[in-house]
DNA sequence: TCGTTTTTCTAGAACGATTTAGAAGAACGA
DNA sequence: TCGTTCTTCTAAATCGTTCTAGAAAAACGA
């Protein structure tokens, strides 16, 4: 690119106003199309590559691109074939809008400052995934003004969002969980502290994200009568629920079935279970949420949610003027599969 | 927010200068700790979430975000655990310089006329996940002169590339099939005109992408007697593997064995076998690139490459200031799993 | 032919910040 | 006490577009 060559230099070459250089590239019936091809000409001749994406965000206001907010640190949210899934169907619906998508992550760091990425993002809207509902960087874009569509339901009855009956949900993992004898059961979640150090028992008031608290409560309902204890093993991935499984597994205090709180925590555990002898559905029972792809292989009993759908639904209350609804329930399914069975007699 | 709430709002509310307002946001040690505090505070009583976005991308000419190219549709890109892995390592560099990942969609309306995502997207510099040489995006982003690392080795010198040896690498893979006798291989690939219709097979030139074609040549050199036909069901993914190779394997005429030039199309052919009662192995041998998690689960014999690491070195080159290098080749690895077996004797 | 509409193009003011150069006052050393 | 150096703040220019209103020319209808 010769590098200065702007909007002006071309219409200056051409001979006309930077406005018609302008409405060539925005507004060809604007012009005549003798004096378009020309334009366009001079400016490839000039290596002029099209209107500068920040200036014409500043001036007309849009910037052609959603933002994306995921829990904890981006990198994990590749981790997560639910999180991968959502992004999927996002995408789909971005594509089609000709959007892009803008990925922030969430850096803790001086959220006072503006040094943050949450408030550099150039963006018109933004899908929140899985966040908790009091992060602070909600309320800078809400501050920013940025229309919001959350994957949780929220408390405001403004808020819009793409979400699942969550107590429903478990609810109906845990009537199959109770109907299958189990009344002790421990569920395995992700929690940040937890990170990084040993695996931790935590109190229902310590989890963090309102959807995990729901999922908690659901399982009580339907498990009135049950020890429901909550460990952590560190972020949401893999090695979280297999760091977790191991603890708990090798403790004297074994459960009849570990739920995940999510699908990879679940088939962590399974690999724990694997390492060390147990047959899943057999000498314990484990359970997730999600149904990802690999649940099914695994033989993982799980609660589905149509994890491409709600993205695909997100980017259409976000981009899709013609779409009204702005809070969209998700149905979901329990999936039983071998890795659930009968609490052992004792 | 309020809204046309700006800088100068800010300023003229508090009784400073624009200058200082801008200096409290970006440089607080060129003011004193009181007046930033009376900026902050008046900022937040008025509802100022903080310079605007485009405006500070507009005259500092930073944006804070390095944007994405992917092959075909941006949907797809989610599919292939490998790309996902790429994203994941170069999401974790971005993260640490506070940049965000601004994922384009390749839509092909309008090169011409800027209605390109590709031509409207605010980015610093840009990374090329297997996009082939010619395509018209890379022109876009050159003549805007946008900076770009490719994880293909480009033909110009100058290019900045995070790549593997692709002849190399397939030639391992070559020279095993070779030794267990296979003379006769199709192999599986990804072709854009392929996808929603029948599985077709091409020829060499027809064959889209550079790091493909290098990949059959590898094959060629170690295997120079075998015939090697080469066949796509369409984008890659799971799907197209799973029809291609039921297509080839319900031909008259079988291959020894069947090489997917991603595991993804890979381990689909596998399911193909499944379904037909073939051992992978034994009846015919399979085998794959990347080594996706998935991979080692299947059995599946592949040639693994470091594809987190190959994110996270692009986001150095990208990135980084301290990484002067430009040009940098990652390991490649031939990992023999059960799918690969001697070519049964006729 | 003359007024009216349509087409084609333009001038100049935004958009909301950052930057440069420098002014005014405070602090400092001798 | 005086000249010098910091510290703290400001005025004005600038970044590259798009937008609003309107002018000039062309086309049109009767």
Redesign the interface.
């Given at each position: 690119?010769s590098?200065g060559v702007t909007i002006k230099t071309v219409a200056q070459a051409v001979g006309v106003s930077p406005s018609t250089v302008s409405n060539a590239?925005?507004k060809?019936d604007q012009l005549s199309a003798a004096m378009r091809e020309r334009i366009?000409a001079k400016a490839k001749e000039l290596?002029y590559?099209?209107?500068?994406?920040?200036?014409?965000?500043?001036r007309s206001g849009k910037?052609?691109?959603v933002?994306v907010l995921f829990t904890d640190?981006?990198?994990y949210?590749?981790?997560d074939p639910y999180a991968?899934?959502f992004?999927?169907?996002l995408?789909?619906v971005?594509?089609e809008f000709?959007?892009?998508?803008?990925?922030?992550?969430l850096?803790s760091?001086d959220i006072?400052?503006?040094?943050?990425?949450v408030?550099?993002?150039?963006?018109d809207a933004a899908a929140i995934f899985c966040v908790a509902g009091g992060h602070p960087a909600l309320d800078?874009l809400?501050?920013?003004?940025i229309p919001m569509v959350s994957t949780d339901r929220g408390d405001h009855p403004d808020l819009s969002w793409v979400a699942i009956d969550e107590v429903e949900a478990a609810g109906k993992l845990g009537k199959h969980l109770a109907r299958l004898g189990h009344r002790d059961v421990v569920v395995l979640l992700d929690n940040a502290e937890a990170a990084g150090s040993q695996p931790v028992e935590l109190t229902l008031d310590e989890v963090g994200y309102t959807d995990c608290e729901l999922r908690i409560r659901g399982l009580h309902k339907e498990m009135p009568d049950a020890r429901i204890r909550l460990v952590s093993g560190g972020h949401n991935a893999f090695g979280s629920g297999l760091a977790a499984a191991e603890w708990v597994l090798d403790s004297q205090d074994r459960p009849t079935a570990i739920v995940g709180l999510s699908d990879v925590l679940a088939l962590g555990a399974m690999e724990a279970m694997k390492a060390r002898g147990l047959v899943p559905g057999k000498d314990l029972t484990v359970a997730g949420f999600d149904d990802v792809p690999?649940a099914e292989?695994a033989g993982l009993t799980t609660v589905r949610q149509p994890i491409r759908d709600k993205g695909r639904a997100v980017g259409r209350v976000l981009l899709d003027p013609a779409t009204t609804e702005r809070q969209i329930t998700m149905p979901t399914e329990l999936i039983v599969r071998s890795s659930s069975g009968p609490a052992p007699r004792n």
């Open positions: 690119m590098p590239y925005n060809p366009l290596g590559a099209g209107p500068d994406a920040s200036a014409r965000a500043l910037v052609g691109a933002g640190k981006l990198a949210a590749f981790s991968v899934g992004l999927a169907g995408a789909e971005a594509e000709t959007t892009s998508l803008l990925l922030m992550p850096s760091t006072q400052g503006g040094t943050n990425a408030q550099q993002a150039a963006i800078t809400k501050n920013r003004g690999a292989s």
